[in-house]
C-alpha cells in the first residue's frame, strides 16, 4: 500500500507531463495523437523498438542509480557525464588492447577496469569534499570537461584506431556483451546493479551509515560515523554506476569507444534520480520510460514531423510536476516527510 | 594595512597574472591588450550569472537553475532582436524572460517549498528542451550585435583604454553594476533586510520584514541579471544563438560566486581569472605551445577552477539558512 502511494505521484507527473506535451505539440500546430502513436511504434510496438528502447534505459538506469545514490548521503554528483565516458573510454582500451582471453575474463575484467576508472574518478570530487570542503556540484561539473578533454586526448593519441576517424578499434568479441534474441543483455546488468544498491542501502550497515550521513551529518558524525570517509566512499560507488553505464555500452552496443557518444546522460541521470524519488529501484522504470521517449524519437520525427526535442520539454515537465510538493500533498493529504531534501546540505563542507 | 594584508593572495596573484601575461606576449602591446581584452570579454557572462547567485542566496535560495535562465534569455533576447531587428528590445525581453524564470523558481522554491535544486534543474532541462524544440536555423540579427562606445579621449590610453574605454555597452553595464550591487547589498536597507532573510530567515520576519517578499523580488532581480547575460552571450559576444550557447557558464558562474564569496567585488575577481584562463588558451594556441594536444588547454580553465575551490576556497561559508524552504510557524 505505501508502494502504491509513492509510485502514486511520479505515475500523475508522468500522465499530466505527456498531457502538457500534447498540448504543446497541438500549439505548434502539429497532431499529437500521430506524434504519440509513431513515438509508441518506434519503442515498444515490436521487438526492434523493444531492444531499442531497452538500449537507452540501460545506461539511464545506471546514470539515475549513480544520481540517486549519492542523494542518499546528501551528496549531489553532476560528474556522470565525465565518469561515464571515463568508464566507456577505459572498456574500450581494455576491450580491443587485451587479447586471447576467454570470455569469461575478458568480458568482466573491461567492465572491472572501465568501472574502477570512473570510481577513482567520481572519489576525486569526494576527496577534495571531504579534504578541501570544495562542493562536489562545481569540483563535478568541472570534472566532467576535464573528462571529455582526458577521453578525447586519449582516444586520439594513445589508443587511436589507424584511419581518419578518431576512435578507438573495435574491441575483441571476447570482451563483447552478446544479445539475446535483438535483446540487449546489458539491461539485465543494470537491472542487478539497481537491486544491488538498494540492498547496500537498506539492508547493510554500510547503507545505514550513508543514510545517516544525508539525513544529518552533525548526529552522524556524533554518533561515531566518519563523515569524510563516507563522502569518499559514496562518490567512489556513484562513480562506478556512471562509468559501468558506460562501459556496458561501448561492450554492448557500440562496441568502440567514440567520442561524443551518449552526450548530455549527466542531465538524464539527474531527471530520472528525481523521477524515481532517489529510490533505486523506481530508477528502473523512470529510465525504461525516458529510454522509449528517446528510442521512439526519431520515428516520432520521421512519422509525425515532431521534432524529438519535445522528449526533453515532456521530461522536464514531469521532473516539474514530480517536485510540486503541491501535487504531492494533493494526491498523498498529507506532509511528505520522509525525503532527502538536496537543497539542504549545499553549504555544508 | 589591515586591508592590505587580508587580500594580500589577490595582490600576488593578480601580480603573477601581469607578469605570466607579458611574458606570454613576449612584452609586446597589441597581445598583451588581446589578452586583456579577451579576459574581460570572457569574464562578463560570468560575473552576471554570479550576481544573480549572489542575488539569490543572499536571501537563502539556491539557484542552480542560472545556466536555464542564461540559455532562455539569449534565446528570447536573439528571436525578438532578430524578428523586430531592435537590439534594445531583444535585450529588454533576455531580461524580462531571466526575470519570468527567476518568478517561476521563486513561485517554486518559495511559495510551494519545494526542494530548490530540483526547482533549478527543472529549469535547467525545460530551458535545453524548449530552446532546442523551437529553434529555427538561419534566423540573423538583421543589425548585427551590438557595437562598440568609445569613452572619449581615455579609449585613446595605451592597453587600458583599449580593454576599458572601448567597450560594447553591456559589458559597461556589467561593469557598472558590479558596485552598484556591492553598495546595495552592503550598504542600504534592502540589503540589509536580504542578508537578514538569508541569515536567519524568523529573525528577520519578527522585525516585521517579509521573508518571502524579499525572496521573491531577490529571485526576480536576479533573473534579470541572469536575463542581461544570457542576452550579453547572443547579442553582444556571439551575435546569434546557437543550441546549448551557454556550454555550462551558468554552473562556473556559482563556481565564480562561491569563490567571491557571495560578496560582489570578490565574484567580479574570481570572474576576471575564470576569464583569464580562457583568454589564454588563445594566446597558448597563437604561440603554438601545446598545439599537437590542443585539449590540454582546453581543459586549463577547469583545472584551475578545481584547483582554486579547493585550494583557495577552502570552506567558504554561505548564508546560514540557504537551501530550506521558509514557512512561519
Redesign the interface.
Known amino acids: 500500500m505505501t508502494f502504491l502511494r509513492s509510485a502514486l505521484v511520479p505515475i500523475l507527473a508522468v500522465v499530466l507531463a505527456i498531457a502538457s506535451g500534447a498540448i504543446?505539440i497541438e500549439l505548434s500546430g502539429l497532431n499529437a495523437l500521430e506524434a504519440y502513436k509513431a513515438l509508441y511504434d518506434g519503442a515498444l510496438a515490436d521487438r526492434k523498438g523493444i531492444g531499442r528502447t531497452l538500449e537507452k534505459a540501460t545506461p539511464l538506469v545506471m546514470g539515475g542509480l549513480a544520481v540517486a545514490f549519492a542523494f542518499k548521503a546528501g551528496l549531489?554528483n553532476?560528474g556522470g557525464q565525465g565518469q561515464l565516458v571515463i568508464g566507456a573510454l577505459f572498456a574500450g582500451a581494455v576491450g580491443y588492447g587485451v587479447t586471447g582471453l576467454p570470455w569469461i575474463i575478458h568480458m568482466p575484467l573491461a567492465l572491472f577496469v572501465g568501472g574502477i576508472g570512473g570510481a577513482l574518478w567520481g572519489m576525486l570530487a569526494g576527496v577534495?569534499k571531504a579534504t578541501?570542503?570544495?562542493?562536489e556540484?562545481?569540483?563535478t561539473?568541472?570534472?566532467n570537461?576535464?573528462a571529455l578533454?582526458?577521453t578525447?586526448?586519449l582516444t586520439?593519441?594513445v589508443w587511436r584506431e589507424p584511419g581518419i576517424i578518431v576512435r578507438t578499434p573495435a574491441i575483441e568479441s571476447s570482451a563483447e556483451i552478446p544479445r539475446w534474441s535483438q535483446l540487449p543483455t546489458g539491461f539485465a546488468l543494470a537491472v542487478a546493479a539497481a537491486f544491488a544498491c538498494w540492498y547496500l542501502l537498506e539492508r547493510t550497515t554500510f547503507g545505514f551509515e550513508i543514510r545517516s550521513v544525508g539525513l544529518n551529518p552533525e548526529a552522524a558524525r556524533y554518533a561515531g560515523i566518519s563523515v569524510s570517509r563516507i563522502v569518499i566512499l559514496t562518490m567512489f560507488i556513484s562513480g562506478m554506476l556512471a562509468a559501468l553505464g558506460g562501459a556496458i555500452e561501448t561492450q554492448g552496443i557500440v562496441g568502440r569507444y567514440e567520442p561524443g557518444f551518449n552526450a548530455g546522460l549527466g542531465?538524464n541521470g539527474?531527471?530520472i534520480a528525481?523521477l524515481a524519488r532517489t529510490h533505486p529501484l523506481g530508477v528502473i522504470p523512470a529510465a525504461l520510460l525516458i529510454g522509449a521517449m528517446e528510442a521512439g524519437g526519431s520515428t516520432m520525427q520521421f512519422k509525425a514531423d515532431v521534432?524529438p526535442?519535445?522528449?526533453?520539454?515532456?521530461?522536464?515537465?514531469m521532473?516539474?510536476f514530480v517536485?510540486?510538493?503541491?501535487l504531492v500533498r494533493w494526491v498523498l493529504r498529507r506532509r511528505d516527510t520522509s525525503e532527502i531534501?538536496?537543497?539542504?546540505?549545499?553549504?555544508d563542507? | 594595512m589591515n586591508t592590505l594584508s587580508r587580500y594580500r593572495w589577490w595582490f600576488v596573484t593578480a601580480a603573477f597574472l601581469v607578469a605570466f601575461t607579458l611574458f606570454t606576449a613576449e612584452f609586446q602591446q597589441a597581445q598583451t591588450t588581446a589578452v586583456l581584452a579577451a579576459t574581460l570579454r570572457q569574464s562578463t557572462p560570468l560575473v552576471l550569472g554570479a550576481l544573480c547567485g549572489i542575488l539569490c542566496e543572499r536571501s537563502g535560495v539556491?539557484n542552480?537553475g542560472i545556466e536555464g535562465q542564461m540559455l532562455g534569455s539569449a534565446f528570447a533576447g536573439f528571436v525578438v532582436a532578430s524578428s523586430t531587428g531592435d537590439l534594445l528590445l531583444g535585450v529588454t525581453a533576455g531580461i524580462a524572460c531571466g526575470m519570468l524564470m527567476g518568478a517561476f523558481l521563486a513561485f517554486?522554491s518559495v511559495s510551494?517549498?519545494?526542494?530548490?535544486?530540483?526547482?533549478g534543474?527543472?529549469l535547467?532541462?525545460?530551458a535545453?528542451?524548449?530552446t532546442?524544440?523551437f529553434f529555427q536555423t538561419g534566423r540573423s540579427l538583421p543589425s548585427g550585435k551590438t557595437s562598440r562606445i568609445k569613452l572619449g579621449p581615455l579609449a585613446d590610453l595605451p592597453i587600458l583604454g583599449r580593454v576599458f574605454f572601448s567597450n560594447r555597452p553591456l559589458t559597461y553595464l556589467t561593469l557598472l553594476l558590479v558596485p552598484v550591487i556591492w553598495y546595495a547589498l552592503f550598504r542600504t536597507t534592502w540589503g540589509l533586510r536580504t542578508r537578514a532573510v538569508g541569515e536567519h530567515p524568523s529573525a528577520a520576519e519578527t522585525v516585521g520584514i517579509s521573508v518571502v517578499r524579499v525572496r521573491y523580488m531577490n529571485l526576480i532581480l536576479g533573473g534579470g541579471i541572469a536575463g542581461l547575460g544570457g542576452a550579453y552571450l547572443s547579442l553582444e559576444a556571439v551575435g546569434s544563438f546557437e543550441r546549448m550557447m551557454t556550454n555550462?557558464k551558468g554552473?562556473?558562474a556559482?563556481?565564480v560566486m562561491?569563490f567571491g564569496r557571495w560578496n560582489p567585488i570578490g565574484a567580479w575577481g574570481a570572474a576576471l581569472l575564470f576569464g583569464y584562463a580562457n583568454a589564454v588558451q588563445t594566446q597558448f594556441q597563437f604561440r603554438g605551445w601545446l598545439a599537437d594536444?590542443p585539449?590540454?588547454i582546453?581543459?586549463m580553465p577547469?583545472?584551475v577552477?578545481?584547483v582554486v575551490?579547493?585550494?583557495f576556497?577552502?570552506?567558504?561559508?554561505?548564508?546560514?539558512s540557504?537551501?530550506?524552504p521558509y514557512s512561519r510557524e
Open positions: 504543446i549531489f553532476i577534495l578541501r570542503g570544495a562542493h556540484v562545481i569540483t561539473i568541472m570534472l570537461f576535464v578533454n582526458i578525447d586526448w586520439s593519441k542531465f539527474i531527471t528525481l521534432d526535442e519535445i522528449t526533453e520539454i515532456i521530461e522536464a515537465l521532473l516539474l517536485a510540486t510538493p503541491i531534501s538536496v537543497g539542504a546540505h549545499w553549504g563542507a | 539556491i542552480i517554486l510551494l517549498r519545494g526542494d530548490q535544486i530540483i526547482a534543474t527543472v535547467n532541462i525545460a535545453i528542451g524548449l532546442s524544440f555550462g554552473f562556473v556559482l563556481a562561491i594536444d585539449q590540454f582546453g581543459m577547469f583545472i577552477t578545481i575551490v579547493a585550494g576556497v577552502g570552506r567558504a561559508r554561505p548564508p546560514a540557504i537551501g530550506q
